[in-house]
């Protein structure tokens, strides 16, 4: 069986990690492809030279050029300017909308049979703008955010209740954004509510309600953190390891139940937008939304998620994308 061929369109920060993995895990050959004259090339060249260390047999390929993209199954869409601290992920939103018009009309003309995972910020906008340009149908484009809300989600449950974060499972739903919708009713430790254990742990309801509420929070607020310790770039590896779980997911046709964007028509009472929700990834990309019934305050969250993203959708067109 011959391998896949992965295209990574932005070869910064995320950009450079993926390629790494991909190569560490053997996903495929890959084409790295930047608009920076040769850096792309430096990049999976020095990758490359690790071969023999690592113990990988996979092509790798740098370019400026997006010929070399032609006939990629697989396209992860990392191009686009990163957050500074102070920034929202929204005011990305003018430079990255133009960037990706560019990307996605060179997909479309390059792998117009591809599955793409867009990571891009703003990110809900970037994934409604790249199928709009494309045409591509909906199940072939999933954006990348869920996973790394949850796992951050997850993490912190860990930290406070000193377990494994192996014994965590979090969701969360929503846009990318400050108004993403951490489901606190379903966080479990194997299963047992962590609710219930941080009341066990506190002995007290309202304590465990105001540790479980900064844990809510430090989730929503957990990429501007990253941002403003780094000072010059956002979180690199945290969400190209989640891309990559995509991807397996993808390659391997697991049909892994993840958070991811995705096209919702009617599910969660959306319909026409791409929002994070559970959905199973397989060999044809979203192959199913995974809807569970949501309580009255949940839904509210969610719907306020979605306005959010709706006027981020409404303020791009308005920019003429
Ligand atoms: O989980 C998530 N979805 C988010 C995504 C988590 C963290 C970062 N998030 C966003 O990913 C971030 O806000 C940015 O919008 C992207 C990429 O973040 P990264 O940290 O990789 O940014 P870099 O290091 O600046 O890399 C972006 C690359 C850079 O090398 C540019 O030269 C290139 O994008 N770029 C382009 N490539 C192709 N085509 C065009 N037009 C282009 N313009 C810039």
């Not at 010059?232 to 697991?254: C, H, K, N, V």
């Amino acid at each position: 069986m011959s391998r896949k061929k992965i295209a990574i369109i932005g070869g910064g920060q995320i950009g450079g990690v993926l390629t790494q993995l991909i190569a560490q895990k053997q996903l495929g050959d890959v084409v790295l492809f930047d608009i920076v004259q040769d850096m792309p090339q430096g990049k999976t060249l020095d990758i490359a030279e690790a071969a023999r260390v690592d113990l990988f047999d996979v092509n790798i390929k740098g370019t400026n050029d997006y010929q070399d993209i032609s006939g990629a199954d697989i396209i992860i869409i990392t191009a686009g300017l990163p957050r500074k601290p102070g920034m929202s992920r929204d005011d990305l939103l003018t430079t990255n909308a133009q960037i990706m018009k560019t990307v996605a009309e060179n997909i479309k003309k390059f792998a117009p049979n591809s599955i793409a995972i867009i990571i891009s910020n703003p990110l809900d906008a970037m994934v409604t703008l790249f199928t709009k340009v494309t045409g591509f149908p909906t199940n072939r484009v999933v954006g990348q955010a869920g996973i790394l809300d949850s796992s951050r989600f997850a993490t912190f449950i860990a930290w406070e209740l000193g377990v494994s974060v192996k014994d965590i499972n979090a969701l969360v739903l929503g846009g990318h954004g400050d108004t993403m919708v951490p489901i606190v009713r379903y966080a479990n430790v194997n299963g047992i509510p962590v609710m219930e254990l941080l009341e066990k742990k506190y002995n007290d309801k309202t304590k465990a309600k105001e540790v479980m509420t900064a844990l809510v929070e430090r989730t929503k607020q957990a990429g501007g953190e990253v941002v403003k310790l780094l000072k010059t770039g956002s979180a690199f590896y945290s969400p190209s390891s989640s891309a990559i779980a995509m991807t397996e997911a993808i390659i391997y046709d697991e049909k892994r139940v993840l958070p991811v964007c995705a096209y919702l028509n009617g599910e969660y009472g959306v319909k026409g937008y791409f929002v994070g929700v559970p959905a199973v990834l397989g060999a044809n990309g979203v192959e199913k939304i995974i809807e569970f019934a949501l309580n009255e305050e949940e839904q509210s969250l969610l719907n306020n998620s979605v306005n959010a993203v709706k006027s981020l959708v409404v303020d791009m067109e308005r920019l003429g994308f």
